[in-house]
């Protein structure tokens, strides 16, 4: 279990090039969501105190919940080594990989909840409660609620493109030997 494993050449390519390339990606998705989540609460209308802060906590959760998961896969492209004979994979680090793609969607889908929970709690939308200021989803708010469903997605897709390479199966090297 321990020792590594020879995998296809194709199986490699695809280590060093979508691997590297969502990786980078969601790095970068991390950085600009964390801080745009946090700063776009803090910015847009509604009720100061406990709520603002909970949503700019919950931004800045999701922005290291992606970094997590595009670390991991940026680094996928070290567990290959190329020999002469064909492709190696480092199968211990390959498997304990899936932990830092699987939680950060898990703990992503959580931290959303309680994002759009805390959203709409700064809002009124009933017409009874005249103490509080309505105030209407713009573009821009709705644009901003369709952020944590993004950093969802892409640590989605990172544990969906990681998950097959990282523990391959039988099934999964024939589809890479042909």
């Not at 691997?19 to 700063?39: E, Q, R």
């Not at 998961?69 to 567990?79: C, F, I, K, N």
Request: glycine content about 12%; aromatic content about 10%.
């Amino acid at each position: 279990m321990n020792e590594p494993i020879w995998i296809p050449p194709r199986m490699a390519a695809r280590f060093r090039g979508p691997c590297l390339a969502l990786g980078v990606l969601t790095v970068s998705g991390g950085v600009l969501l964390g801080f745009g989540i946090a700063i776009g609460g803090v910015l847009l209308p509604g009720k100061p105190g406990p709520m603002l802060l909970s949503t700019v906590i919950t931004g800045l959760f999701l922005g290291l919940y992606m970094l997590v998961s595009g670390v991991t896969m940026t680094l996928a492209r070290g567990w290959v080594t190329t020999l002469p004979q064909g492709c190696l994979l480092d199968r211990r680090k390959s498997a304990t990989a899936l932990y830092p793609l699987a939680v950060p969607v898990g703990a992503g889908l959580f931290t959303s909840l309680f994002f759009y929970v805390t959203f709409m709690g700064r809002f009124t939308w009933s017409a009874e409660d005249t103490t509080s200021i309505v105030h209407l989803v713009t573009p821009g708010i709705a644009a901003y609620l369709c952020l944590p469903a993004v950093a969802v997605g892409l640590c989605a897709v990172n544990l969906l493109v990681g998950w097959p390479l990282f523990r391959p199966s039988p099934r999964t090297f024939q589809r890479y030997a042909r």
